[in-house]
């Protein structure tokens, strides 16, 4: 198989990704991105599938304004290939990195490239929300729904309710409600005593003073058009026998319920760090987002040289943060490369830290205002944690008493981890029942040794990746 | 009864369309949706069972990650709905169970 | 939890073993069951752990082919099996899955095939039990419709069985505590100090007293055989492994490299690389084992891959084990082998009486680390 070589690979076409892109082209590097979504955009600036007369006053400003990214992306001369996975990644030789990519999943072409640099601006997904009945048909995510709005113009039936914390919770019924729909109720664990907590950081979420502007207009627009809140939520359970049929929960002394068949779920976004830990890659645990972060430079140049992380998926901030996060990144690999401008490289980076001091102090202040509660993060023992393997916080709590207290006997043991899902949905879940049944700190627990394939392909593409060499014998 | 469909199309989105099949009954879906769409707006929640088949199991994230909407497609098993394009004459079941290879 | 052993008369515990995996957990289930106070000093959650890299196989044919005391070894620890799988379950409603289909071997190149068949044919003569049988392309189309049909050949042996490499691990731990043992995990051990009549094991908790001190920490042991007058000469032997979704159930029979769970997943493997102390995978080599499934059932071409790990072996310079008494530190043990599924019931029902000072089973004799002294 031929491979060929690039500059610099930059895995993701969101906000980071094409930012960085265009920068990096900027500075006279090649530039290949791949990103495994049928269309270049990345999750915030998704928006083609929905009616055109509706994208503005549905998307807002924000979206809309990726649409001159999108532009400078298509423009820079970059090589971009959607609709393609990155399923590996090795150090060659050299200092050079070697990718293995497929087209449809693997289904279609597969092909190694070879690359001087890496960027990684895989994003973020969703933080795993175990409830009781969350596995039911009929239970998903609110970024879940929100892509489906964006990419299909679908959207839920008014009966659906929104569960959880986090601003996209009020940002997708705020958006339905431009669209000229409603949802039931909203469910939100946050209560006036997060609101106390999070008054320290008000001063410098004020740096964002748009952002927190337009978040108060969001809840006032909710209130004039009379969509329910209910606050101070805590246990909560999805009912329902073969899919959803309705939520209970708590709310302070009072207990209720709401009849639905659509319950869509939302605790913020973490970093997705599956590639970033399969190559190895020092993580740390933030203990105020209650997730695990590669560990970065100013820059974005991980622990491992030759691969920088930007965007999300270095530290969760919203898509404005990613886009000079991106540039940074493409600076520094430029200069890495010998291509670089010390004057334009400081000039930059003043402006960037400045352009993200607002969205960071926002996200600080919204973090502790959305905090995840210890019932979310810890479930209760009859709560699937690993909805690939059907294993419950209960099975996972019975061996630590037997004295398997890490992730990855854990992981042995039950098979959390091994699914389809390659842990994304139930690692964070598997470390933080273990910190609470150890007495430990998640930091210490630690998380899934993970190695490729970053995601699930056929064994025929693994084998035709490269080419075939001895096994080696072992003696008797 | 028909399926119940838990997301409705928004006025607009749904030009131009193609013509697939969703567990043999016909549906003309608008060419933009995916697999998993396709399936949400004709109300098959479910994408199949889990491996074991025991329960239902239907898309969460719709954004390539939980693997919770594989689907059979054309034929081959376990397919990943949401990231997949449908494209005419397309034929969607649902997974039952695990795959047989042949 | 141990304590430092106030008791200056006696020792907290009888037996210390050194090592939690499959070695380790095998030798000190046996002894706990016989009523000897054990315990166990583990390591922590991301150390080598050979235990948790293995394809689970419970395999005799071909072993010992330049040592057949060692084939009979694994055969009899194999005709254990069956009754030590059944117990394990029986102690801790663990199922370790174990069954013995027999197994094959399938091959595609001439030369590997010759030397197969030429070991074979050494251990037949030398003890009419080690049967084997020699199939043709024919044959093997009638036994596994499923496999392809550009096959030199094959070969069969009734002795091979399989189970659940991790489950086994889980069992052991649970039916181990269960017996009386005390687990300590992530407290590897720093160092052993003989002492007149019994050892002090030294971990980061500090110092615990026990008679004797079995060193099962595979690589691990290393670096503490010396302090007990012993050596491990083990070197670490990598092997990369790919694990495919859940299939419905096609093989019908265990094949050396290619084995289907209860699940319906299947284990695809291996290598045999010595890297030192690297388990990190590599696409070659991945691709390497992937051609090696495809060769014999070319379904599995489109069989989804979900994950590839690389684990080393604990590898002895004959591969054969090393179960070794310290000459000059009566007590001390040295159990070192890359066979540690299939040899778990001779580990815990012949080896660990062994330690409890019973009489040595005969095959120790060739078991000794001097055997690699010039």
């Known amino acids: 198989m031929s491979t060929e070589r690039w500059d610099l690979l930059i895995i993701g076409a969101g906000p980071a990704g094409m930012a960085g892109a265009v920068t990096a082209r900027e500075r006279g590097l090649s530039v290949l991105v791949v990103d495994e979504a049928p269309d270049a955009g990345g999750h915030f600036y998704r928006g083609a599938g929905m009616p055109a007369v509706l994208r503005e006053p549905v998307l807002g400003a924000d979206v809309l304004a990726g649409g001159a990214l999108i532009e400078a992306f298509a423009a820079c001369g970059a090589e971009c290939r959607p609709g393609t996975l990155v399923w590996q990644l090795t150090g060659g030789e050299g200092g050079e990195w070697c990718a293995m990519l497929a087209e449809d999943q693997g289904a279609g072409r597969v092909c190694s490239v070879q690359a001087g640099a890496v960027l990684l601006a895989l994003g973020a997904q969703e933080r795993p929300f175990p409830v009781s009945g969350w596995t039911l048909p009929g239970a998903m995510g609110v970024g879940a729904a929100q892509t489906l709005m964006k ?16 601003p996209l919770l009020y940002l997708f019924a705020y958006q339905l409600l431009q669209a000229g729909r409603r949802v039931q109720a909203l469910l939100e664990t946050s209560s006036a005593g997060a609101l106390w907590a999070a008054l320290p950081r008000l001063p410098r979420a004020l740096l964002g003073l748009g952002q ?28 329902g026998s073969t899919c959803v049929e309705g939520v209970r929960f708590q709310a302070g002394a009072r207990g209720g319920s709401l009849a639905t068949p659509l319950v869509l779920l939302h605790h913020g976004f973490i970093p997705a760090v599956n590639l970033s830990r399969s190559l190895g890659c020092l993580h740390d645990w933030d203990p105020d987002q209650f997730c695990w972060r590669p560990r970065v430079d100013l820059w974005g140049q991980s622990s491992r040289p030759g691969i920088w992380i930007a965007g999300d998926g270095a530290a969760i901030a919203g898509a404005r943060t990613a886009r000079w996060k991106g540039v940074l990144a493409a600076l520094d690999i430029a200069r890495a490369a010998g291509r670089g401008d010390a004057a334009a490289l400081r000039a930059k980076a003043l402006r960037a830290r400045l352009g993200c001091l607002g969205p960071q102090g926002m996200v600080a202040f919204t973090d502790r205002l959305y905090r995840p509660p210890d019932w ?25 008493q037997l004295g398997c207290l890490g992730p990855n006997q854990m992981k042995a043991f039950t098979r959390c981890g091994m699914g389809d899902c390659q842990g994304r949905f139930c690692g964070p879940t598997v470390s933080e029942l273990l910190a609470q049944a150890g007495g430990r700190t998640v930091a210490e627990v630690g998380y899934f040794r993970l190695r490729p394939p970053l995601k699930p392909v056929p064994l025929e593409a693994i084998a035709a990746a490269e080419a075939p060499v001895e096994r080696g014998k072992f003696p008797s | 009864m028909p399926p119940v469909s838990l997301f409705e199309p928004l006025p607009g989105s749904g030009e131009p369309t193609v013509a697939i099949q969703i567990n043999g009954q016909p549906h003309q879906v608008p060419a933009h949706y995916t697999v998993a769409a396709a399936m949400l707006a004709a109300g098959v929640t479910a994408c199949g069972t889990r491996p074991e088949g025991d329960a239902q199991r239907a898309p969460f994230c719709l954004m390539g990650l939980c693997f919770e909407c594989l689907v059979e497609i054309d034929g081959i098993p376990n397919r990943h709905g949401c990231m997949t394009r449908v494209s005419p004459g397309m034929q969607v079941r649902s997974m039952h169970g695990k795959p047989e290879l042949a | 939890m141990p304590d430092s052993g106030a008791d200056s008369r006696r020792p907290t515990y009888e037996v210390a073993v050194v090592g939690g995996g ?4 095998s030798v000190a289930y046996g002894l706990a069951r016989l009523g000897r106070r054990t315990v166990v000093f583990d390591g922590n959650d991301t150390a080598f752990r050979a235990s948790r890299g293995n394809a689970g196989l419970v395999w005799v044919q071909g072993k010992g082919s330049k040592c057949p005391p060692y084939a009979l070894w694994s055969l009899g620890s194999a005709d254990r099996w069956p009754l030590f799988g059944a117990q394990l379950r029986r102690e801790t409603g663990v199922d370790v899955e174990y069954e013995r289909p027999g197994g094959f071997l399938l091959f595609d190149r001439q030369d590997e095939w010759d030397e197969e068949l030429a070991g074979l044919a050494i251990l037949k003569a030398w003890d009419p039990v080690l049967d084997y049988e020699v199939l043709d392309p024919a044959e093997l189309a009638r ?44 407290r ?46 083990v070197a670490p032997l990598r092997g990369q492994m790919l694990v495919t979704e859940k299939l419905e159930p096609f093989l019908g029979c265990l094949v050396d490299g290619i084995r289907q769970t209860v699940s319906g997943s299947v284990v695809l493997g291996s290598s045999s690389e010595p890297v030192g102390l690297d388990d990190g995978v590599t696409a070659p080599i991945l691709a390497t084992i992937a051609r090696f499934a495809i060769t014999r059932f070319p379904r599995l071409r489109r069989a989804r891959v979900l994950r590839a790990w690389a684990s080393l072996r604990i590898m002895t310079p004959d591969g054969m084990p090393v179960y070794e008494p310290s000459p000059s530190c009566p007590g001390a043990f040295l159990v070192n082998s890359h066979s540690g599924v299939t040899l778990a019931a001779a580990h815990a029902e012949v080896l660990a009486p062994w330690i409890a000072g019973q009489a040595a089973p005969d095959f120790l004799e060739y078991c000794h680390a001097s055997r690699f002294s010039v």
């Open chain 3, 22 to 25: 499959v070695i380790g957990m």
């Open chain 1, 212 to 239: 927190l502007a337009k978040g108060l207009r969001i809840l006032a627009a909710l209130r004039k058009a009379g969509i329910p809140r209910i606050r101070g939520v805590g246990k909560i359970e999805i009912a």
């Open chain 1, 376 to 400: 979310l993060r810890r479930p209760g023992d009859d709560v699937v944690v690993c909805r690939c393997e059907s294993v419950t916080a209960g099975e996972v709590r019975r061996l630590v």
């Open chain 3, 143 to 186: 036994r596994l419709p499923a496999a392809s049909r550009d096959l030199l050949g094959g070969t069969f042996s009734r002795h091979d069985g399989q189970s659940n490499p991790l489950a086994l691990l889980r069992a052991l731990q649970a039916a181990f505590q269960g017996a009386g043992g005390t687990y300590c995990p992530h």
């Open chain 3, 188 to 233: 590897p051990v720093r160092a052993l100090h003989p002492r007149p009549g019994h050892f002090q094991v030294e971990t980061a908790d500090g110092i615990t007293e026990a008679g004797q001190v079995v060193l099962g920490a595979g690589l691990g042991n290393i670096p503490l055989a010396p302090m007990v007058g012993l050596r491990a000469p």
């Open chain 1, 151 to 166: 990419t299909q113009g679908l959207v839920p039936v008014p009966e659906a309710v929104l569960v959880g914390g986090g």
